[in-house]
T-cell receptor
Framework: LAKTTQPISMDSYEGQEVNITCSHN???????ITWYQQFPSQGPRFIIQ???TKVTNEVASLFIPADRKSSTLSLPRVSLSDTAVYYC?????????FGQGTELSVKP | DTGVSQDPRHKITKRGQNVTFRCDPI?????LYWYRQTLGQGPEFLTY????????KSRLLSDRFSAERPKGSFSTLEIQRTEQGDSAMYLC????????????FGQGTRLTVV
């Protein structure tokens, strides 16, 4: 399974765009890239998933370069409620391996 | 509510006692996962099932931890002879037969061993 590396923490202000980058140098051909969000005392929640190029949904965008060795989760115009831990996972179907995640703190 | 359901939500037990947690996945989800999470850490993989078959488990499950999914529906996680280090949030997730790594998590069971 490909190992992922993310920043441990990030700070932002309300209304800003936040980009969280994840490195996954050993990603395999069949691996997908998935991001989860977790609030305190809750289970993780799926945000977005992609294989290559760009994926966008109502919550976020995911940018994946051609070599797929990294990915960037983009949260447009964050609010205080986006304060959470964000996890990047890489793999195909099967067990999901979580790393430390990135703790995002959004300030007023 | 048709999400993943875990029971109980909280459990306090004395060291040395056995505890069992239950997870009811989303209907028709054939994959079920168990994780353990301590404060400040990401969820730690314990095991996962495809239908009733336990396809993979961490080394942690070879000792005092065991999990079952007898009919491919709900699952139980048992911890025998609990230790204070077992205090954690135990999370269950399920995923559908199609798709890749999109899993739906329950609210978790918070275990406190005193």
């Amino acid at each position: 399974l490909a190992k992922t590396t993310q920043p441990i923490s990030m700070d932002s202000y309300e209304g800003q765009e936040v980009n969280i980058t994840c490195s996954h140098n050993n990603i395999a051909t069949n691996d997908y890239i998935t991001w989860y969000q977790q609030f305190p005392s809750q289970g993780p929640r799926f945000i977005i998933q992609g294989y290559k190029t760009k994926v966008t949904n109502e919550v976020a965008s995911l940018f994946i370069p051609a070599d797929r060795k990294s990915s960037t989760l983009s949260l447009p115009r964050v609010s205080l409620s986006d304060t959470a831990v964000y996890y990047c996972l890489v793999g195909e179907r099967g067990k999901l391996i979580f790393g430390q995640g990135t703790e995002l703190s959004v300030k007023p | 509510d048709t999400g993943v359901s875990q029971d109980p939500r909280h459990k306090i037990t004395k060291r040395g006692q056995n505890v069992t947690f239950r997870c009811d996945p989303i209907s028709e989800h054939n994959r079920l996962y168990w994780y353990r999470q301590t404060l400040g850490q990401g969820p730690e993989f314990l095991t996962y099932f495809q239908n009733e078959a336990q396809l993979e488990k961490s080394r942690l499950l070879s000792d005092r931890f065991s999990a079952e999914r007898p009919k491919g529906s709900f699952s139980t996680l048992e911890i025998q002879r609990t230790e204070q280090g077992d205090s954690a949030m135990y999370l269950c997730a399920s995923s559908p037969p199609t798709g890749y790594t999109e899993a739906f998590f329950g609210q978790g069971t918070r275990l406190t061993v005193v």
